[in-house]
């Protein structure tokens, strides 16, 4: 088993996790200051103005967009991750396949909610409030895929037990509750009625979500 392990891990997961790495190190160069405040910008005074802004501006390669892509590279590692639970031996049932699949769905659930997001903003002359949500919600997103998916890649190569998972599971938990309280917060501020919220967080955060991970 350690030698099918072995192979699983240096075949696919750190090749992903060193591109996912390359693209971080290019957010860097082109703005640090941006990358950083992304790192620690869930906890700070200043959250909701930064995650209202994230992925604003002409549709250009930014620092961002860059960030962006690589939380898409590492978000199916961590949700492998909370379904191996820290049992190793459940790490054979994923495959690159796997990966494949997660990624691939992750990535269309992201691009038709903002599709979405957008046509009901433009109907309901709400578009600027519309995308401003999805901002709020890729900062989130792209913030816990960077930390979350780093640490189940840790989580598979030290033996540690069950520790690593109850600490992503964690920060997966306080992630999630911070984006509904902040979504739900601008949403009323915004004028947007409380029925149209709870639509929109069951139909487009919540259960969409969990019905990705039961697919892996």
């Not at 700070?44 to 898409?72: P, W, Y």
């Amino acid at each position: 088993m350690g030698a099918a392990l072995s192979d699983r891990l240096t075949d696919w997961m750190i090749i992903i996790s060193l591109a996912a790495g390359v693209l971080m190190i290019l957010a860097r160069f082109v703005d640090q200051a941006r990358v950083s405040a992304l790192f620690r910008f869930p906890w700070q005074a200043q959250a909701e103005e930064f995650s209202l802004q994230f992925n604003t501006g002409k549709v250009n390669l930014n620092a961002d967009r860059l960030l962006i892509l690589a939380g898409c590279l590492l978000f199916p590692l961590l949700i492998i991750g909370l379904k191996v639970q820290g049992q190793m031996e459940r790490l054979l049932l994923f495959d690159l396949a796997t990966y494949a699949r997660i990624l691939l769905l992750a990535a269309l659930y992201l691009i038709f909610k903002l599709l979405l997001a957008s046509a009901v903003g433009y109907a309901f002359e709400r578009e600027e409030e519309s995308m401003r949500t999805q901002n709020v919600a890729l900062a989130h997103f792209t913030w816990i895929a960077l930390i979350g998916g780093p640490l189940a890649l840790v989580s598979y190569f030290l033996p540690l037990g069950g520790g690593p998972y109850y600490l992503v599971l964690l920060l997966v938990s306080l992630t999630a509750i911070v984006f509904l309280i902040r979504s739900v917060y601008y949403s009323l501020k915004a004028g947007i009625s409380s029925g149209y919220i709870i639509l929109y967080l069951s139909a487009l955060e919540i259960i969409p979500l969990l019905f990705l991970y039961s697919l892996a």
